[in-house]
């Protein structure tokens, strides 16, 4: 079945301190997998689009891995900062026929 | 800003009637899809259209329909509706299909009393 596991679920920090946020995925044929960050009610904005001979993307200090051997992602974000607070969604893309979101893990950022 | 449209913004109806909601997608962007969102939940796929054919169904209730008109803009329709259905509905764009970049609106806010 194509899944798309997130973890944690949620996550509080402070700011200014760095954090990594996981996703596992069973989605084959595979062909990319991305990072969304979804401020509370609004729209997804993209981080990054990885295809699956990247191992490594970065976005100012959004730094996205992926291991397709296996089937793992990450998204570290550096030396956090209060706007960083936010849901960040893993959605992985299924050959050309399909996209499967996780359901996200709700970062808090506090001061 | 994403560049795609979404309206209206904030809607409130009564249980029963029906609403269209409104995405103009990017300059370009053959593709539209649309997503619910509940509250505090994630984003559940609904329907895709590509330059005005329907090519992918998800979770879509048999009250909700879509279509994409011939300038690719694309309207979602709710009727006979349900407390359960208040929620954020999101349109994204993308230029082709499933591999490309998606750009998502601002969402439509649908509140059901």
């Known amino acids: 079945k194509n899944q798309v596991e997130q973890s944690p679920q949620s996550l509080i920090i402070l700011e200014g301190k760095n954090c990594t946020l996981q996703?596992?995925?069973?989605?084959?044929?595979?062909?990319?997998l991305r990072w969304y960050k979804q401020d509370t009610g609004r729209g997804p904005v993209s981080l990054t689009i990885?295809?699956?001979?990247?191992n490594t993307k970065s976005n100012g200090r959004y730094t996205a891995t992926l291991d397709a051997d296996t089937k793992q992602s990450s998204l570290h974000i550096t030396a956090s900062q209060l706007s960083d607070s936010a849901s960040y969604i893993c959605?992985?893309?299924?050959?050309?026929?399909?996209?499967?979101f996780g359901t996200g893990t709700r970062l808090q950022v506090f001061p | 800003d994403s560049g795609v449209t979404q309206t209206p913004k904030h809607l409130i109806t009564a249980t029963g009637q029906r609403v269209t909601l409104r995405c103009s997608p990017r300059?370009?962007?053959?593709?539209v899809y649309w997503y619910q969102q509940s509250l505090d939940q994630g984003l559940q796929f609904l329907i895709h259209?590509?330059?005005?054919?329907?090519?992918a169904k998800g979770n879509i209730l048999e009250r909700f329909s879509a279509q994409q008109f011939p300038d690719l803009h694309s309207e979602l329709n709710l009727s006979s509706l349900e407390l359960g259905d208040s929620a954020l509905y999101f349109c994204?764009?993308?230029?082709?299909?499933?591999?490309?970049?998606?750009?998502f609106g601002e969402g439509s806010r649908l509140t059901v009393l």
């Open positions: 994204a764009s993308s230029v082709a299909t499933y591999t490309g970049e998606l750009f």
């Open positions: 996703c596992n995925y069973t989605v084959s044929p595979f062909s990319n």
């Open positions: 990885m295809t699956f001979s990247e």
């Open positions: 959605v992985v893309s299924r050959n050309t026929d399909k996209l499967i």
């Open positions: 300059s370009g962007d053959l593709s």
């Open positions: 259209y590509y330059n005005g054919e329907e090519r």
